[in-house]
């Protein structure tokens, strides 16, 4: 059994900042990509930013210079700290492990809303 507990989403104004957090446990071997997805209403899910085993990060052109992806390999967690937020980054936040190089892994998703 795997879990994927995400934690850190809520309420904002914009020009804020939030962490969220995504912790993986249970029967999860051979991590090599973590990251996180969002879902606006009535849009598709959209990367948002993904980070290596060995660091190497990647972020939506949306989201660079705002957000910063790290991770903590020996407590399988991955940060995804939030700062200058928008109205429009409102959306569920999704956390994805990849494990084995072919296993995806999906967290139950977190709401962050941007308002003033």
């Known amino acids: 059994q795997v879990q994927l507990v995400e934690s850190g989403g809520g309420l904002v104004q914009p020009g804020g900042s939030l962490r969220l957090s995504c912790a993986a446990s249970?029967?999860?071997?051979?991590?090599?990509?973590m990251g996180w997805y969002r879902q606006a209403p009535g849009k598709q899910r959209e990367l948002v930013a993904t980070?290596?085993?060995?660091?190497?990060?990647t972020y939506a052109d949306s989201v660079k210079d705002r957000f910063t992806l790290s991770r903590d390999n020996a407590k399988n967690t991955v940060y995804l700290q939030m700062n200058s937020l928008k109205p429009e980054d409102t959306a569920v936040y999704y956390c994805n492990v990849i494990a084995a190089i072919t296993t995806s892994y999906w967290g139950q998703g977190t709401q962050v809303t941007v308002s003033s």
């Open positions: 249970g029967r999860i071997f051979n991590i090599n990509v």
């Open positions: 980070i290596t085993r060995g660091g190497r990060t």
